[in-house]
């Protein structure tokens, strides 16, 4: 089992990495090791990287961004490469060639904060080295703790929300010129979804595209609404705009983002509406999203994703608790029951689709029998594989505000531990019933056990090792057939087919 830092919540990690779900359950992923593209997750690109191409350099206008927290983010930096770069910046290889450096960061896990402040201290020494550098904080971080990185890190040139990368050029120059005070722009705007902005992208083969930003559901242990405003869904023209430059340049899946992508709406188009635009923009062969928001689940758009062969057969349904009265303080929308019916009726149309979720274990007022509900809950579903976390209280958050943080550490433990067994029990069978199977695979690139394997991901978002056949080629974004002859909880293993 994998253990991982996440953010908002103390995490454990069973299964996959996956994008967007640790902000839901208050679980962004935070690392800063760099993307081996080989194996990093198609759909959870995370990490450290700098997202801008590399082309003729501009004294003054070398910019290096650092990214922390979720798929959002890394859509994010990929935005600012694309604004900064229309105003003449360029990348910078690494930080010592930076002129501009900007850490863009993620709120949601104290953890991550305080590892971004760890991270702003070591790069205080490119100021020492050339103080004409900029040093900026962007993203979720900076809407939340505008104050405490100044006074924290008071050699901060920058702090800009999440609502304000348009202006980054502008707010650049102004603290080129600024002496002693940080410039800080944290304006959240109802209205901004980056129309008509192009991402600077990583070549590669699965993209994503944000089709809507905010999130109006409020759920008391997260701090997302707060830090990223309220709901907006970015026009349908746009999305589509950006999904055809992904297939022109090559990609070959779309994972959509948002908070609860689901429930995106702008003007007369919803969700569904949306994804029966994409299917058809060619050269992209699968289309992901991710998170839906259980509510938001509409009979059309079950029927949109059983018809069109291009969306994956892979659903991410955060689901937190099986226990009605955690889930009523957590102020989610349904009841253990509601859930069930959803799932039933998801896989009575689309039998062969796999899910997975987010739980919290240990939220305030949570019983051995509010636990056992979930426990039960789970056991009932089986989930492909689950994003398993233990409560921790979030500042800013309305549980933090109202409800007693009252489930002792130990406890929280246990349960997570207990579950996490549980979880990988029920992974190892699911995965192991597919031994026998033929599945599509696209192809990711050499494994990183075996540089005779190559590896990639089923349309079901399973990652599946094969050997690299000896009679042909094989690039990341081809697909392949995989016979699986074998399975462990959290990989598939097979032989390739040719026909
Ligand atoms: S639905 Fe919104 S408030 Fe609830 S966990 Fe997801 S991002 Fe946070």
């Given at each position: 089992m994998r253990r991982m830092e996440s953010a908002g919540l103390l995490s454990c990690f069973v299964a996959q990495r996956h994008p967007l779900t640790p902000s839901k359950s208050g679980s962004h992923i935070a690392m800063t090791t760099t993307i081996d593209p080989t194996q990093a997750d198609p759909n959870a690109h995370n990490g450290e990287e700098n997202t801008m191409p590399s082309f003729g350099q501009r004294p003054g206008h070398r910019v290096f961004i650092e990214t922390y927290g979720c798929q959002m983010n890394l859509a994010d930096s990929e935005l600012m490469g694309g604004i900064l770069g229309t105003s003449g910046y360029t990348a910078a290889p690494n930080h010592d060639e930076a002129d501009v450096i900007l850490i863009n960061t993620c709120a949601v896990r104290e953890r991550a904060e305080e590892r971004v402040f760890g991270r702003l201290s070591h790069l205080l020494r490119y100021k020492h080295a050339r103080p004409e550098v900029i040093l900026g904080v962007t993203g979720c971080m900076a809407e939340r703790l505008r104050e405490d990185i100044t006074e924290r890190a008071p050699y901060v040139d920058l702090v800009v929300g999440p609502d304000a990368y348009r202006r980054l050029p502008k707010l650049i120059a102004e603290s080129q010129e600024v002496e002693n005070d940080p410039v800080v722009d944290v304006k959240l705007d109802r209205d901004e979804t980056y129309e008509g902005l192009s991402p600077k992208r990583t070549p590669g083969i699965s993209g994503w595209v944000t089709v809507q930003r905010g999130c109006d559901k409020f759920c008391t242990f997260c701090i997302v609404p707060f830090v990223r405003g309220r709901e907006r869904g970015v026009a349908p023209d746009e999305v589509l705009r950006q999904c055809r430059d992904l297939a022109e340049r090559g990609y070959r899946e779309v994972t959509l983002l948002g908070q609860t992508v689901n429930s995106y709406r702008h003007e007369d188009t919803d969700f569904a509406d949306l994804l029966e635009l994409l299917v058809d923009v060619d050269g992209l062969e699968r289309i992901r999203f991710t998170s839906p928001y259980p509510t938001d689940f509409t009979p059309k758009l079950i029927e949109t994703m059983a018809t069109h062969d291009e969306i994956c057969n892979y659903l991410h349904l955060p689901l937190q608790s099986g226990s009605d009265d955690v889930l009523e303080?957590?102020?989610?929308?349904?009841?253990?029951?509601?859930?069930?019916?959803?799932?039933?009726?998801?896989?009575?149309?689309?039998?062969?689709?796999?899910?997975?979720?987010?739980?919290?274990?240990g939220f305030p007022g949570e019983s051995d029998e509010d636990y056992q509900q979930t426990v039960d809950l789970l056991e009932e579903v089986r989930f492909d594989f689950a994003y398993l976390f233990k409560y921790s209280e979030r500042d800013g958050t309305n549980a933090a505000r109202q409800l007693e943080d009252d489930v002792g550490e130990d406890v929280k433990g246990e349960r997570l531990s207990s579950l996490i067994e549980r979880q990988e029990e029920i992974s190892g069978e699911v995965f192991k019933n597919r031994v026998g199977q033929t599945v599509q695979v696209m192809v990711i690139g050499e494994s990183k056990r075996d540089a005779q394997d190559l590896c990639g991901r089923s349309d079901d978002f399973k990652m599946t090792v094969f050997p690299r056949p000896d009679d042909r080629e094989l690039n990341p974004g081809d697909f392949v057939d995989v016979r699986v002859t074998d399975a462990t909880s959290h990989t598939l293993l097979g032989e390739p087919v040719f026909r």
């Open positions: 303080r957590m102020k989610r929308r349904y009841t253990s029951g509601e859930f069930l019916d959803l799932v039933g009726q998801i896989r009575e149309t689309i039998p062969d689709i796999a899910m997975s979720t987010d739980i919290i274990v």
